[in-house]
C-alpha cells in the first residue's frame, strides 16, 4: 500500500477523468466507442459544410457517422469522407453516397445501396459521392431570379395598391355582391318552384300520357277499312252532287243569256232596260213636283171644297 501515494493516486485520478472525458467528448459527438464499427472512405468533389459527426443514413435509418474529413491535395477536386458504419451493416456494390442539405442549415450523407446484395464492398473501400440536387439547392437557383423580381415585384405591389384605392373597384365588387345575392334569391325561388310546380307538372304529364295510351288503343281498334269505304262512297256521292251542280249551273246560264224567256229578256233586251230608265226618270220628276205643288194633286179643307 506504500505505492499508493498521494502523487500516483493524483495520476490516477487525472488518467481516469481523462478517459471519462474522451468517452463525454465522443458521445457528444454521437460516437459510441464501446460498439464495433466499420470503417469506408468516399469521395467527394464537394461536401457543402459536412462536418465530422454528421449522421450517415441508408434508407432513412441512420447507420452511422462521419468520422474524419480529409482534402486529397493529389487532386485538387477530391475530398475524402471517413465514415463509420455500423458493424451488421453491409454496404451492397455499386452503392453511391449523396450529400443532401437540410432546411435547417445542416447537411446529411444518405447511402444509395446499390441492387446487388449478394455482392458487398469490402470494409476500407471508397465509395463514390456527389451532391443532391434538392429542393434547397434548387431555391439557391431561384435567388437571382428572384432578385431580379423585386424591383418589379415593388412597381407591381404599388399598383396594386393604387387599383385596390379605386372607388370604381369597391363599386364594382358592391355590385358583384348585390349581384351574388340576387342570384342567390332566384337560387330560392327556383329551387321552391321545382319542389311545388315540377311534380305537378310531371302527374299532369302521366296523365296525358295515360290519355294518349287510351286514344292510341281505341284508334287501334276502329274499322279503317269500312271507314275508308265509307269515305269512298261519301266522296262519290259529292262528285255526283259536284257534277249535278255544275249541269245546273250552266243550264242557268244558258237561259239566262237566252231571250226565249221572260228572265232572259229583262236581262239581255236593251230596250226594256232602256223603258224602265225612263220610267223612273218620269216617276221621279212626278215626286218633284208632288213635293214642289202639293195642292195640286191633294187639297185638304175643313169647310169643304170651294169651286174655283
Do not use: W
Not at 500516483?8 to 474522451?22: D, G, N, Q, S
Amino acid at each position: 500500500m506504500k505505492y499508493f501515494t498521494k502523487e500516483v493516486k493524483l495520476a490516477l485520478t487525472v488518467c481516469v477523468a481523462i478517459v471519462l472525458l474522451f468517452i463525454l467528448i465522443n458521445f457528444l459527438k454521437g460516437i459510441n466507442i464501446f460498439t464495433s464499427s466499420n470503417t469506408y472512405y468516399v469521395r467527394f468533389k464537394h461536401i457543402a459544410g459536412l462536418v465530422v459527426s454528421n449522421p450517415v443514413y441508408a434508407n432513412g435509418y441512420a447507420v452511422g457517422i462521419v468520422r474524419d474529413i480529409d482534402y486529397d491535395y493529389s487532386r485538387t477536386d477530391n475530398v475524402v469522407v471517413t465514415i463509420e458504419l455500423d458493424n451488421e451493416m453491409k454496404v451492397p456494390a455499386g452503392t453511391c453516397a449523396e450529400l443532401e442539405s437540410e432546411l435547417m442549415g445542416g447537411v446529411k450523407m444518405n447511402l444509395i445501396l446499390g441492387g446487388n446484395p449478394l455482392h458487398h464492398l469490402t470494409v476500407g473501400d471508397t465509395i463514390n459521392g456527389d451532391l443532391h440536387v434538392g429542393a434547397m439547392n434548387r431555391l439557391e437557383s431561384m435567388i437571382p431570379a428572384v432578385e431580379q423580381i423585386l424591383p418589379r415585384l415593388d412597381s407591381i405591389l404599388a399598383n396594386l395598391n393604387r387599383l385596390t384605392a379605386d372607388p370604381a373597384l369597391q363599386q364594382t365588387l358592391r355590385n358583384t355582391a348585390e349581384l351574388t345575392a340576387n342570384l342567390q334569391e332566384t337560387s330560392v325561388a327556383f329551387n321552391s318552384m321545382m319542389k311545388a310546380d315540377i311534380p305537378q307538372l310531371l302527374r299532369k304529364a302521366n296523365s296525358i300520357g295515360q290519355n294518349m295510351e287510351t286514344l292510341s288503343g281505341n284508334l287501334a281498334r276502329i274499322d279503317v277499312d269500312g271507314t275508308i269505304q265509307k269515305v269512298g262512297t261519301t266522296l262519290d256521292g259529292v262528285q255526283q252532287l259536284t257534277n249535278n251542280l255544275s249541269s245546273t249551273t250552266s243550264l242557268l246560264n244558258t237561259k239566262l243569256n237566252s231571250r226565249d224567256n221572260t228572265l232572259g229578256l229583262f236581262l239581255n233586251d236593251r230596250g226594256v232596260y232602256d223603258n224602265m230608265n225612263s220610267t223612273m226618270k218620269h216617276a221621279d220628276s212626278l215626286m218633284i213636283d208632288l213635293k214642289s205643288h202639293p195642292k195640286r194633286y191633294v187639297h185638304f179643307s175643313i169647310f169643304g171644297r170651294k169651286d174655283k
